[in-house]
Structure formats: structure tokens, C-alpha cells
């Protein structure tokens, strides 16, 4: 049996809410929350209220807020984690058959940045052709933190990557000796290889760690501070280059670590 159609009007809109501050929520994005008939937000499996869904209960009534189990670590069971997202889309899908014609799913960050959106998106899309896709931008946790730590993320002519660190270390270990700046996600679970990396490469010293922006348990501190090798897994972790002086890097590249 065919899948209903999407009526012209029924819109998905993945909204970035940030890292965790409330205040960090654009008004576009709580504007778009309001006017949703339903607000979508992910938990994970068996776990209660999360980031997201915390920062969006600042400005919607609880009644409109529905939680989607996601299994958001899983790596290697993907009938388990496929499963999630079919159950998900299909909450969607159901929302816009009893008549929804707005419905927001609210991501921490960004919703195009290593976002469960984008699965949600997908499956939706599946089960209701036709149905528009749209995303409002949010604050990511390298912004937040860097503003927090005031951390400059780079300059001029500086190149800026950023690795989720969910497989080995060995494009961290390249990242660190051929980009100016990198930026490491989800590296709580194994802090200290990173660590280990960052001090073999020369670039623990200028490295900052973050966890839990925005909330009471806040963490910023040095990395070379840190005394432990475990971390909340969506740490955060700047390596930025050392800058040096105004305008500096306007017209060179990164100088050579061996010289002088």
C-alpha cells in the first residue's frame, strides 16, 4: 500500500537550539517553536528529559513537546539504530496525517551539523512525499565555547577543521599536524588518547576543553589541565594556533613548526 501524500503546506523544520543556554536560541528558532503544532525532541533510549528538550521548554508549553527515542551512541547494531528512526519518522508522519501542517523537531546545535535531524528528514520525506524540508541555523558548541573560553577560532588566512571522534585517532593525529585549527566532537570517551595525541603533536598546550555549555555542571578549563582520561561524550576540545599579533595571518599560511 502507497504512503498518503503530503499536502502542499506540511513543513519539517529541523531548529538548532543551541548547546544548552536558553539565551543562545535564535529568535528565529523560537519563533518557528511557537508556531509548531508539534515539537519534536530526542532522547535516548530509556533516558528522561534532555539538552534539547530542556531548552525548548523555556519558551513552549509542555503539552505541544513530544520526546523521540533515538539510539544516539549506536555504531554497530543497525537494525537497533534504523529501528529508531523508523519509529520517529513514523510519530512525524502520523502528526501531519491527524492534521499537523507545522512540525519542528529541536536539535541540539545545528541541524545540518552531525544532526539526528537529518535521519529524521529522510524517513519522513518517505513516508509523506512531498512534505518540506527546512532548517533554522543554531548556535554550535565550537561557537559557544569559544566565546565562553574566548578562544579565537581562526584568522585571516587559517584553515579550521572539525572531526567528530567516533572512529581512531589517526586523522586526529594528521588533522593536528596539517590545519591551523581543529576542533574535536564527542571525544569524552576517549579524552585521554586524545590527550596522548595532542601532546605528541605539540598542540595540548594551547588546547580547551569544554562540556555541559550553558548548564549548571559547566566545565572550560585547559586541556593540559584535565586529570582525567573520561569525559561527557559531547565534549568539546579547541586546538587553535597560536596567534601572533594584529593582522598576522593576513597573508601567511602556517608557519613552519621547525623554524627558528
Not at 572512529?167 to 585549527?181: K, Q
Request: glycine share 10%.
Amino acid at each position: 500500500m502507497d504512503e498518503p501524500a503530503a499536502t502542499a503546506d506540511e513543513v519539517l523544520v529541523g531548529v538548532g537550539v543551541g548547546p544548552g543556554d536558553p539565551e543562545l536560541l535564535t529568535v528565529k528558532g523560537v519563533r518557528t517553536l511557537q508556531r509548531a503544532d508539534l515539537v519534536l525532541v530526542p532522547t535516548m533510549d530509556g533516558a528522561g528529559r534532555g539538552r534539547a528538550e530542556q531548552t525548548v521548554l523555556e519558551y513552549v508549553p509542555e503539552e505541544r513537546v513530544r520526546r523521540l527515542s533515538f539510539a544516539l551512541n549506536e555504531r554497530r547494531d543497525t537494525a537497533r539504530r534504523e529501528g529508531s528512526w523508523d519509529a520517529a519518522g513514523a510519530i512525524a508522519a502520523e502528526a501531519f496525517a491527524a492534521g499537523a501542517r507545522l512540525v519542528a523537531f529541536a536539535t541540539i546545535g545545528d541541524p545540518n551539523v552531525y544532526s539526528t535531524f537529518t535521519y529524521l528528514a529522510h524517513t519522513v520525506r518517505g513516508l509523506r512525499p512531498g512534505v518540506r524540508i527546512e532548517t533554522v541555523p543554531g548556535i554550535t558548541a565550537m561557537q559557544d565555547l569559544a566565546a565562553r573560553s574566548g578562544t579565537v577560532l581562526c584568522e585571516g588566512t587559517e584553515s579550521l577543521v572539525l572531526l567528530p571522534l567516533t572512529g581512531d585517532l589517526t586523522e586526529l593525529r594528521s588533522a593536528a599536524g596539517s590545519f591551523d585549527n581543529v576542533v574535536i566532537y564527542k571525544s569524552g570517551h576517549r579524552l585521554g588518547a586524545v590527550l596522548d595525541v595532542l601532546r605528541e603533536t605539540g598542540r595540548l598546550d594551547t588546547a580547551v576543553y569544554g562540556a555541559a555549555l550553558g548548564l549548571p555542571e559547566q566545565e572550560i578549563r585547559p586541556a593540559a589541565e584535565l586529570d582525567s582520561d573520561q569525559a561527557p561524550y559531547l565534549a568539546t576540545i579547541l586546538v587553535p594556533q597560536v596567534k601572533a599579533g594584529r593582522g598576522a595571518r593576513l597573508l601567511r599560511g602556517r608557519p613552519d613548526p621547525t623554524a627558528g
